[in-house]
């Protein structure tokens, strides 16, 4: 039995223009990518998930296994997301991703993504961590990303990493109290705060799919 290409080689043959190999890539990390995007842009997720695929197709760095693919499809949706930011800020604004928030930057998102109120009020928080905390705990809680893996995105420590991880994620707790005032909620909430994050992961995919995500 033939085993199945590697990301690395498709990528490659799609940059060969093997367009069957680009949709096959696509198919593979698509979720991931929605992940990635939705809860920040809403109906921006579209047009931002193809523009990382395509950058990924038009960029020359070659990439050796599954996680070092997974780094630059990641690190070119990071990259695509800023520079998205960045150009509905004006000129004068200053842009930070260790600071700004998804909130401050303005748009307004549906809570349908999720089904339970625990998982809409976790949501609800991540948008108001600095832009980068949110995408440290995504990627940790939500798509399994290591501490390590992280680090190496980042340019960071791995102790460096932990660091920024914990903040996230008191940042979480701490926005969860900050938005919720029924008690019992905030704490079904930050007590299972892992179980959340997963249930998310096939979630948020589906409402992609179904446009349940409204920016105003």
Request: proline share 2%; aromatic share 8%.
């Amino acid at each position: 039995m033939t085993a199945a290409p590697s990301d690395a080689e498709l990528l490659e043959r799609w940059r060969e223009g093997d367009r069957a190999a680009g949709e096959q890539l696509l198919a593979r990390h698509f979720d991931a990518i929605c992940r990635f995007f939705y809860n920040k842009v809403g109906d921006d997720a579209a047009d931002l998930i193809q523009q990382t695929f395509l950058a990924c197709c038009q960029g020359r760095e070659r990439v050796r296994d599954q996680a070092s693919f997974r780094a630059y499809l990641f690190g070119a949706a990071r990259n695509v997301l800023l520079a998205h930011f960045r150009s509905k800020r004006r000129a004068l604004e200053r842009f930070d991703p260790l600071t700004t928030s998804v909130v401050d930057l303005g748009p307004s998102f549906s809570a349908v993504v999720a089904r339970r109120r625990e998982q809409q009020l976790l949501l609800a928080a991540l948008r108001t961590l600095p832009l980068d905390l949110q995408i440290a705990f995504e990627l940790y809680h939500l798509e399994g990303w290591t501490a390590g893996e992280l680090a190496r995105m980042y340019g960071l420590s791995e102790g460096g990493m932990y660091g920024r991880l914990r903040k996230a994620r008191l940042s979480v707790i701490a926005a969860c109290e900050r938005l919720e005032r029924e008690a019992a909620l905030v704490q079904s909430t930050v007590e299972h705060l892992d179980d959340w994050a997963q249930e998310l992961r096939a979630q948020i995919p589906a409402a992609y799919r179904r446009g349940d995500g409204e920016d105003d």
